[in-house]
């Protein structure tokens, strides 16, 4: 291509380029690893150029690394064309965009301060989208229904090579998050070891991110996607482990139910849920999913005596508080209608005294 083609990107169909601002310097090579820091504004092709999104707005410029899979391929190729510094306008067809309505929610969870990739449903998000009808905006699930041209404004602002920065996991390719699963999997074992359960949920979770990215390439059900499944099932009971000693019951509840439903032969998952359903007081579920561990796993027989001892040892204390929780509303009603009969006692001596005086009047 000449300087004029990679520049206006002339000969790519669906694409017009219009620049708004001249950059500096050359057009920097977008080689794989490369980290591409921009502005973005994307528009509808209306009369008014109705907004969608604007990393402006939210005060956080996108960052994307190159070669790494990212949803929207087509911001690689604009990238490309552009200068350090310029502000061009991308006229894009749909072939280009139809996909934009899931880049767009992801961005818009990040900007939230929620997690992009809901690693804890296990489904991919395609799938997940199916299942629920619905992208959680209004004007997304309008977009996904009837796909539109778009047009992007983009700013470039830096561009990394490999060398010049330190890639975080959601920068990784997915060989290297596979490679570095385990790595994060021990350093998660070693905090837990040594008490320091909330760090350890962080290096377990960045874990299962990694490993859920790679997974939603592969086709469901099927051995690659089966075995990455395992690793992340492992991975999210040893967060729930995490869990239970920061007593965050119910989470672990969510997430070990999640597992159940999916592979209702994984005995950790009930263990743990079990667990958890004993320190909320949910007896009847406590009993149920101890009861199932020793159907899975008859040699668990020893432990779910000492979890049940200890159920039945909550469940009468629970007992003993409610019955003094009882007779103390019971003596606090009662000392109120004793007061409450004082207070009548006393109007009624008012009113009396108050009639003697005007009778003497």
């Known amino acids: 291509m000449s300087d004029m083609q990679d520049t206006m990107l002339l000969g790519l169909e669906g694409i017009k380029k219009t620049i708004l601002h001249g950059g500096t310097g050359d057009i920097p090579k977008l080689i794989t690893g490369a980290k591409v820091t921009f502005h973005f504004r994307t528009q509808l092709c209306d009369d008014e150029r109705t907004v969608i999104d604007d990393s402006k707005v939210t005060g956080t410029p996108m960052e994307i690394v190159i070669g790494n899979m990212f ?21 894009c ?45 209004d004007d997304l699930d309008e977009l996904m229904k009837e796909p539109k041209p778009l047009y992007f404004v983009l700013e470039l602002l830096r561009v990394q090579q490999p060398s010049e920065y330190n890639r975080d996991t959601w920068a990784l390719s997915d060989e290297e998050r596979l490679k570095v699963v385990p790595v994060l999997h021990g350093h998660g074992n070693k905090l837990y070891k040594q008490g320091h359960y909330e760090q350890a949920t962080q290096k377990y979770k960045e874990a299962i991110i990694c490993i859920k990215n790679v997974q939603t390439k592969e086709k469901a059900w099927e051995t690659p996607w089966l075995k990455l499944e395992k690793m992340a099932n492992t991975l999210t009971l040893n967060y729930c482990q995490c869990l239970l000693r920061i007593e965050e019951y119910y989470e672990v509840i969510e997430h070990t139910t999640d597992i159940i439903n ?45 979890e049940l001892a200890v159920l039945n040892m909550r469940m009468e204390e629970k007992n003993q508080e409610d019955k003094i929780n009882t007779i103390r509303r019971w003596l606090s009603s009662l000392h109120q209608e004793e007061e409450e009969e004082e207070e009548e006692e006393e109007e009624a001596l008012c009113q009396t005294a108050l009639l003697q005086h005007k009778m003497r009047q």
């Open 262 to 306: 999916q592979h209702p032969g994984v005995m950790k998952a009930f263990y743990l849920r079990g667990k958890a359903h004993a320190e909320v007081w949910n007896e009847a579920e406590a009993r149920q999913d101890f009861s199932r561990v020793l159907d899975l796993d008859p040699g668990m027989k020893k432990a779910i005596k000492r």
């Open 71 to 91: 949803k929207l391929d087509i911001w690689e190729t604009l990238l490309s064309s552009l200068r350090i510094g310029e502000v061009a306008e991308f006229w």
């Open 93 to 137: 067809d749909t072939t280009h965009t139809g996909i934009y309505p899931l880049v767009s929610k992801s961005m818009r969870r990040i900007a939230e301060g929620k997690d992009p990739v809901d690693w804890h449903i296990h489904t991919c998000g395609m799938a997940n989208m199916f299942a629920y009808h619905s992208l959680g905006y």
